[in-house]
């Protein structure tokens, strides 16, 4: 770990809100232009074939909040964890448990595409990392204890005994 934090990036929840911007930009394009529409539709038959009985096809109305959720919180959450090692795998764990939530959803009878958000997460996640291996950020600093921060124990005894 680094030690000197004059040279961090002070301001993470700015570069998460730029970073979030983009990945719900991607997002909504994906989601209005149909482009994973034929995927959608695949994902609706295999849950029906398998047994789970929806009735709509539609998007529920919190598919949104989900994919705005994710895109700004992976960013946000991935700034503040030092590592690169530790970043991917907190993304990569809550993109998997992202994409578990669709067939739980569908127990309920709801069918929810996670596809246009998961490609948010991940356009979130790969620019958060991005950002923070080449712009050091606050949580990748360890602060140096100065004068009167730590008192050292010896110096406790030779004051109490001396």
């Not at 998460?16 to 232009?33: C, E, I, P, T």
Request: hydrophobic fraction near 50%; charged fraction near 15%.
């Amino acid at each position: 770990m680094k030690t000197e934090a004059a040279l961090a990036h002070g301001h993470p929840l700015t570069v998460a809100a730029v970073v979030g911007s983009f990945s719900v930009a991607l997002g909504l394009v994906v989601r209005v232009s149909g482009v994973m529409a034929g995927a959608e539709e695949g994902l609706l038959r295999r849950y029906q074939e398998a047994g789970f009985s929806i009735t709509e096809a539609g998007q529920p109305w919190w598919s949104l909040l989900v994919l705005l959720g994710l895109s700004y919180g992976v960013a946000l959450l991935l700034l503040e964890v030092p590592g690169t090692g530790r970043r991917v795998l907190l993304a990569s764990s809550l993109l998997v448990l992202f994409a578990a939530a669709s067939p739980v959803v569908a127990l309920w009878g709801v069918f929810w595409s996670p596809l246009a958000a998961l490609l948010s997460g991940v356009w979130s996640a790969f620019s958060a990392t991005m950002w923070a291996n080449h712009h050091p950020m606050p949580c990748e600093y360890v602060e140096v204890p100065g004068e009167g921060k730590v008192i050292s124990i010896a110096d406790e005894q030779e004051r109490r005994t001396g």
